[in-house]
């Protein structure tokens, strides 16, 4: 070949990414269901909420719709140890953020489950100045139950993602996208509609209740008041 390659070695932070990427694939039963959720009322309280002073991102609100529907299904929230599942009463949200040099780092925002939207807002940010300057614990990076993956600002729509082991669940945020939806009145409305992925361990939970949970989610978002 005329034109040089560059050659990546999967050694340091990538390669750990790497074995952890393999190592979730070969010992988890893992299966994606996909969805999709109306964003029109999340998107009135975000704006609802900037006029009261709050800033909140829709991955703010869209982390509390997940808390909130945990705590209504919480099968989906713990950790495959060995032969045992561990459910969990407290909610740590493992949020992925994606750092320079094609790295990824997904810590634990502890006690998510009694947390309001700014709150989990400042939480998140705090998680990903520290991830930035490489000032995250172990205890942050391996202690969640459950871990949200966000794609919203790219044109992914719906994705697969891999499972944080030995967590259950992940959830893949795609994109914001216009839906045509039938009015009350008959007609056509466009309306915003998020993507949902939400990747499950079979061996923990079965199709049925991953499907209930996913469902809350949407049900959450839907109806979004903070």
Do not use: Y
């Amino acid at each position: 070949m005329s034109e040089e390659v560059r050659i990546v070695p999967l050694k340091g932070v990538r390669g750990m990414i790497a074995d952890a990427m393999v190592k979730s694939l070969a010992t988890a039963a893992q299966l994606t269901h996909h969805g999709n959720a109306d964003a029109t009322a999340l998107m009135a309280e975000k704006a609802r909420l900037a006029e009261a002073g709050t800033k909140a991102s829709v991955e703010d609100l869209l982390m509390l719709a997940v808390v909130r529907a945990l705590k209504k299904n919480p099968d989906g929230n713990g950790r495959v140890e060995g032969k045992e599942v561990h459910l969990s009463e407290a909610i740590d949200l493992s949020v992925a953020i994606a750092l320079p040099g094609n790295l990824l780092v997904a810590p634990a925002i502890f006690g998510a489950g009694d947390m309001n939207v700014a709150e989990l807002r400042a939480a998140r940010q705090d998680l990903a100045t520290r991830a930035r300057a490489n000032k995250l614990s172990v205890t942050e990076m391996t202690g969640g139950t459950f871990t949200v993956s966000n794609l919203g600002l790219t044109r992914v729509e719906h994705f697969t993602p891999i499972i944080n082991a030995p967590q259950i669940c992940i959830l893949g945020i795609g994109k914001l996208t216009d839906r045509a939806v039938r009015s009350p009145d008959g007609g056509i409305d466009l309306r915003p509609h998020v993507g949902l992925s939400l990747t499950f361990d079979h061996r923990a939970i079965d199709g049925a209740p991953a499907g209930e949970l996913l469902t809350s989610i949407c049900e959450e978002i839907e109806g979004m008041s903070a």
